[in-house]
């Protein structure tokens, strides 16, 4: 399962090295937003991540789910903190949100296979 992560990085990477690489400034300007948004402020990463991932699920925004859970993760956040996030989503977003759900479930399995 951990080449559900792998496969995942190496297309996000790829891709965006190609949209990068077209030196759109407006592309440019919103990648650095994105990344200074989830950046350590008056609330921290971990929270900030979390947020994101309820957003992304209920946006059913599958690739925004993945980012978001590796991130969390890599930011130390248990299973049960995903699933908690994950249980607000899904309330918010209502049962159209559980096939990502279950994707989200799955990718965080891989995250979890693929410790070292």
Not at 21 to 43: H, P, Q, S, W
């Amino acid at each position: 399962m951990a080449d559900l992560v792998k496969e995942f990085n190496d297309y996000r990477s790829k891709m965006n090295d190609k949209l990068l690489a077209d030196n759109n400034l407006v592309i440019k300007r919103i990648f650095n937003l994105d990344t200074n948004a989830y950046a350590e402020g008056a609330l921290d990463v971990k929270t900030k991540e979390l947020l994101g991932l309820v957003a992304s699920a209920v946006l059913r925004c599958d690739d925004c789910i993945k980012y978001h859970l590796e991130t969390s993760y890599k930011e130390g956040i248990t299973r049960e903190e995903m699933m908690e996030a994950m249980g607000i989503a899904t309330l918010v977003g209502g049962t159209i949100v559980i096939p990502h759900l279950r994707r989200a479930y799955e990718f965080w399995e891989a995250l979890e296979d693929s410790r070292p």
